[in-house]
């Protein structure tokens, strides 16, 4: 079933936006039922959250292809919806938008914004003898 572009890209920056709201709420998860699927891919970047029953999981993939007679490394971020077993039952196609999802997740997951509210308040102590910074 083909699923119209326009429809799918709402769908993703809703999706980002509600992982900036954090109503979505993305736990990195093991990436080894990804990588049974793709034994010689390297899986990275592993993450997934549950949404109304279903379940998203987004990863990065690099993998080799045939390009214009010779073999090179190619990279990609897959975005799918999987059940409960992680097995994938559907996966979105391929738009630029869903690597801005998966640098959201990755931003809201690793605490980087509260680290540099932190670092900003920060009191400058006086340099003094003992005080190491």
Not at 56 to 72: E, P
């Amino acid at each position: 079933m083909k699923v119209k572009r326009d429809k799918i890209i709402e769908a993703i920056a809703k999706i980002i936006e509600l992982t900036r709201a954090n109503i979505l709420r993305w736990n990195a998860v093991n990436s080894s039922a990804v990588k049974e699927k793709n034994s010689n891919d390297i899986i990275s970047s592993v993450f997934s959250t549950p949404y109304k029953e279903k379940i998203l999981r987004i990863f990065k993939r690099k993998y080799l292809s045939h390009y214009q007679g010779s073999i090179d490394w190619f990279e990609e971020v897959v975005l799918e919806i999987v059940d409960d077993n992680g097995n994938s039952l559907w996966t979105f196609p391929k738009e630029a938008i869903i690597n801005d999802l998966l640098q959201t997740i990755q931003f809201k997951i690793s605490g980087a914004d509260d680290l540099m509210n932190s670092l900003l308040n920060e009191q400058h102590l006086e340099s003094q003898p003992g005080n190491y910074i």
